[in-house]
């Protein structure tokens, strides 16, 4: 199937107009119906991301065949990683235990005996540590990681978020790379604290309009 004939089946599939589409990705209806008209050439990546997103599916979807061939003709390895619900880089975020996608990214760096996951960076919190909202997070997954590592953690309400890891006197805090955010104290004896990784690479949203 051609990609805009999937683009069109996919939306009529989640019951949404050419408008949902038009607004969720902040371009016009007649934006939406050139792409589902196969014009897709000339996608700035943050649209691409947009669109994906509110269509469920993986960026990879939409340039995922051509990515990946131009990998493996130029000879970078990729491997597929699980893509989860968004990570928050804000104030908190929800974590689903499905699997939205299997996505490709770049293995440089990655160890091929370990396992990995990915989330979407949502909100501004760690802008410091060069991660913005937007960006495409790769996380290893583990149940601990040292003092100063950044990773992905989940309370017992079952919200996650992108901080750095600090523990002081028993108190764990998850500190954000952003001075307008406060630290997030927990303390592992109340609450259901839980590490879900540390990050192993950011993929960058870069976003080129003005």
């Known amino acids: 199937m051609n990609i805009n004939k999937f683009i069109k089946n996919r939306r009529l599939e989640l019951g949404l107009t050419m408008l949902d589409v038009a607004k ?4 016009s209806e ?7 008209s196969g014009d897709i050439s000339n996608m700035k990546r943050s649209r691409i991301a947009s669109l994906a997103k509110v269509l469920q599916i993986s960026p990879a979807i939409i340039v995922g065949v051509q990515d990946e061939f131009e990998y493996s003709s130029s000879g970078i390895d990729f491997t597929r990683v699980p893509l989860y619900e968004d990570v928050c880089c804000g104030n908190g975020g ?3 235990e499905n699997i939205i996608d299997m996505i490709p ?5 990655l160890n091929p005996r370990a396992e990995y996951f990915a989330q979407y960076a949502k909100g501004e919190s760690m802008k410091d540590a060069g991660i913005n909202d937007g960006d495409l997070l790769i996380f290893e997954r583990t149940d601990k990681v040292d003092d100063g590592v ?12 992108c901080k750095k890891y600090k ?24 609450d259901n604290f839980r590490c ?7 993929i960058k949203d870069f976003d080129w309009e003005d």
């Open 94 to 96: 929800f974590v689903d």
């Open 167 to 190: 523990e002081l006197n028993g108190i764990v805090m998850l500190q954000p790379m952003n001075i307008e955010f406060e630290p997030i104290i927990i303390d592992p004896l109340k």
């Open 150 to 161: 950044i990773g992905c953690f989940c309370d017992e309400d079952n919200v996650a978020t």
């Open 30 to 36: 007649a934006t939406v119906s050139r792409w589902e």
């Open 196 to 202: 879900l990784g540390r990050l192993k690479k950011v």
């Open 24 to 27: 969720a990705c902040e371009v």
């Open 105 to 109: 990214v770049p293995s440089k760096g």
